[in-house]
């Protein structure tokens, strides 16, 4: 069990260490291979559980299915909202919309976040810990891998590490109660690309209004 534990508590500051001091430093362009390659690779090397076949991928699906849906509706809810507005039409927007919301989110960012902390961390911090104290080193370690990610975005840190954190746990419970990774795999995806497909919108109306106006 010690060894175990140590495993696990190593694993999170590597997993940490990584988001928040190496992947910065890497070219934007090594970004989503690297990252993706990094998540797969610990789930082969750890033959993480990923319930993705029958009938474990059909809870997921319909536990996933529910939890971005709910995500969807939050987002369109909130969007209105003068300064949830403000902050979208304030975001940094990539170069390429399409390759943002088709390869960079779905690969770069939930599958490999979703290998690396739901199936191979929570796999093996809930093995060495218990649920619930392993969950909680998933969730924490998931926190305060995006400090990084806040600074860059001039977000406050305490406050991204706390939502983030919390979304961890989410999502981790998603894999939990379903079986299948495919849950948080669509939860996860729901809330970045409608956060993401909501900036968009918002900048791209501001853009057409100040045109109308020229």
């Known amino acids: 069990m010690p060894g175990s534990r140590s495993r696990a508590v190593l694993l999170a500051a590597g997993l ?3 988001s928040g001091a190496i992947a910065p430093r890497l070219p934007a362009r090594w970004l989503v291979p690297v990252h993706a390659t990094l ?5 082969a090397l750890t033959a993480a559980p990923l319930g993705l076949r029958p009938p474990q991928v059909w809870r997921g699906l319909r536990w996933g299915g529910v939890a971005a849906g709910l995500v969807a509706a939050g987002v369109a809810a909130v969007t209105p909202v003068p300064r949830v507005r403000a902050g979208m039409a304030e975001r940094t927007m990539p170069e390429s919309a399409v390759g943002w ?3 960079h989110i779905p690969v770069g960012t939930v599958w490999s976040e979703e290998a690396a902390f739901r199936a191979v961390l ?3 911090a809930a093995d060495a810990f218990g649920p619930r104290w392993g ?5 924490g370690a998931f926190g305060l891998s995006h400090i990084a990610d ?6 406050p840190v305490v406050a991204t590490v706390a939502v983030t954190g919390f979304a961890g746990w989410v999502f981790a419970w998603l894999y939990e109660r379903s079986g299948s990774m495919l849950a948080p795999l669509l939860a996860h995806l729901a809330v970045n690309e409608a956060g993401a497909v909501a900036a968009l919108l918002v900048q791209r109306r501001q853009a057409l209004r100040a045109s109308a106006r020229n």
């Open 16 to 18: 940490v260490l990584w």
């Open 135 to 139: 969950g909680l080193l998933q969730a």
């Open 150 to 155: 806040a600074r860059g975005a001039g977000e």
């Open 39 to 43: 998540g797969s690779g610990l789930v």
């Open 101 to 103: 919301l088709l390869v």
């Open 122 to 124: 929570g796999t093996v």
